[in-house]
């Protein structure tokens, strides 16, 4: 364990809003690692329930910090403020409802120290574990390139702006990025703050996978990004721009834009919300034509049958 005055190697910063569930035993998970030149920077982000009087007794140990922000302000904004309090030479990300396993910071240090310099970020696959039953598994709801590793910068990024392939709680980055490339976007409110920044940082420097799951989603009922139409719509809000200002991205931003559309429309149209899935599936189809959307466009149009018949023929596509 890191003495009094010795700087940690590794700042976990974990965001806390009514978190009374889950947080103590995300902290925990932090103290636990195998590698000890670590700390937890708890900011709680205005609870009104008993999260941080569950963190009380764990204060004992000198690598628990409590940071209290006055009001609400989100997560990116709860980041920022750890990220901004923490002087250790990597940081991690990881929400209240989600744990590390022991090992996550001495794999991904070991990757650090055998990669090259400039390496920003390592992350790696994550477990999933539904609370109130069911298996665990492993999650990876969009698999990286399979050489990753090997990749260029360029290559990298352009497969980072297809699909998100890195999960927040899986991270760990170099702090000195932040520095050079500012902080997390507090404007993004809908929880994909984190992957404008993925992007941001693989525009300049090279990331990493670890083969070995690392870290444990908790699944639950008010999980952030369950929320798929709040996520879309957050990176909708950056996701044209930042495709406009690189070059090597141009020829991907329609057909991005057309996809998360598409994927609107699918989440208005699980909901019933069929007049706003149509405009969504027309939004899309502005930006790249698929004969799917069109179906799906059709289908949707006639509301609720519509939703019979696409699962009618899901299913018979399924079976052969």
Known sequence: MPGPHETPRVSVIIPCYNGERFVVDAVESVLAQTEPRVEAIVVDDCSSDSSVELLEPLLSDSRLRILRHSGNRGIAAARNTGIRASEAEFVGLLDQDDLWLPEKIALQLAAFDDGPSDLGLVFSPVETRA??????????????????????????????????FITTASVLLRRSCFDELGMLNEAIRGGSDDYEFWLRLAARYPIRSVGRVTAVRRLHDSNVSSDRQRIIGGTLGFIEQFGS????????????????????????????????????????????????????????????????????????????
């Open 245 to 320: 200002d690189h070059e090597e991205l141009a020829d991907l931003v329609e057909p991005k834009l057309a996809w998360l559309h598409a994927r609107l429309g699918g989440s208005y149209r699980n909901d019933g919300r069929y007049s706003e899935a149509q405009a969504a599936y027309r939004e899309s189809l502005g930006h790249a034509f698929s004969w799917r959307t069109v179906l799906l466009l059709a289908m949707t149009g006639l509301g609720p049958l519509g939703g019979l018949l696409f699962g009618a023929r899901r299913k018979r596509v399924a079976g052969g």
């Open 131 to 164: 609370l109130g039953g069911g298996a665990p598994g492993v999650m990876q709801g969009v698999q990286p390139p399979e050489r990753l590793n090997e990749m260029s910068v360029t290559a990298t990024l352009r497969a980072l702006y297809e699909a998100n």
